[in-house]
Every structure is written in C-alpha cells, then in structure tokens.
C-alpha cells in the first residue's frame, strides 16, 4: 500500500509516543522516518522494529555514555534516533574533520536521517558507513551504495559519519511511500496506547455506539 508521507509521519509520531518516547524524540523518529520513505527505504518497518526491540526502555539506557571518543550505550546497543539526534547537533564537529563512530548500534539506517539535518546545518554532503553501506546526503538528496541486506541490517557494529567530498548518482525524493499493512498494524498498535480508554460517560456522550445495542 502507498501513503501520504504526511499520513507516514503521523503514524510513526503516535507509534513512538505510544512505545514512552520523549515527544521531542517522537517528532524527530517521525520525520526521520517520512525522510527514508521518501526515497524507497523501509523505515516504518525500522522503526516498528526499533519500538518493538526497546519498548519501554529508558532512553538514558541507550543513549551515548559519552560524546568523546567513540559512543558507546550503557545498554550496550544504541539508539539510532538518540545516538542519530546527538550527531546532527554535532555537526561543526564534522566540519572540522572529525570523525563520530558509534558502537553497536540498531538499525543503523535510522541515523541516516539525522545526517541529512547536519548536512542542511555545513551547507555541504554528510557520509554515513557501517560494513559495505555508504550513504551520502546533502539534506535533500540521497545517494544509496551497498546491498539491501546490508542497508536494512538489525545491527551495525561500528558506524562512521564523517563530512564527504560530494554526491554522487543522488536520487530525489517521491511523494509517497510504501507501506506493508503488517508493518501498519504494529505502529498501529503501538499508537493505540496513546488513546484514551472508553468510559461510560464518554459513550453516553456520543463516543461510538452509547450504551445502546443496535444489532
């Protein structure tokens, strides 16, 4: 099925506040993932899987111990969105030639996202690797190396990004994406959390059928 990439944000917004995400970090996963839909990425099925690998988890858990050296989680896995979110406000750092490494991270394709943010902030291209993956964005355009295996991997044990030279073979965004109705239905499921149970004042007040039985 295709989606709205409005209708996609939204989705994933409600999915991540339903798994106990800050809201700050829920608009960020949102647009992140509306950002991979985009360009043909799975990243609603990602971020299912995300919500469903740290549900509930405390963000500190997961998030960078430090943002000296390499990043590191006392939960020994990472957060793509958290780990994703430090990294673009640390852009100027890539400016200047470093390079950020994060250990072991989920999803790494998640973080993706947050370099095109860091890209918009140099006004220049921002690369980000883990095994044979390379992805290169210049905020609005994305240039795709590696095998899907290896693009959509549950784990990356070490993941580079780094300012880059340029871009090359960019493919511009679509309109909609692509959605699978399971994938759907497990946001879904964590959306629902967010909504408030039936009372019987709420039915008597017209919230679906009342209290009457119209069978």
Known sequence: ???????????SKRAARGAGL?????EEAAKGTRWLA???LPGPALLADLLELNDRLPPVDLSPISLSGDWRAPAGRL????????????AM?????????MVNVSFPLLVVPFASGAAL?????VTVEWGDVHLTTDGLNLCIQGPDAALNAAHANSLRCFASAGMTAPKAPVVRGTLDSDVAARLNAFAHRTYAPA?????????????????
């Open 121 to 125: 902030r140099l006004q220049g291209a």
């Open 1 to 11: 099925m295709t989606f709205s990439l409005n209708e996609i944000e939204a989705m």
């Open 79 to 90: 957060s793509p969105l958290i780990a994703g979110s430090a990294m673009s406000d640390s």
């Open 22 to 26: 800050p809201w700050g970090l829920c």
């Open 199 to 215: 009372t019987e004042q709420s039915r008597l007040l017209g919230a679906g059928a009342g209290l009457s039985d119209n069978d």
């Open 93 to 101: 750092r890539m400016d200047q030639g470093d390079t950020i490494t």
């Open 38 to 40: 985009s360009f043909g």
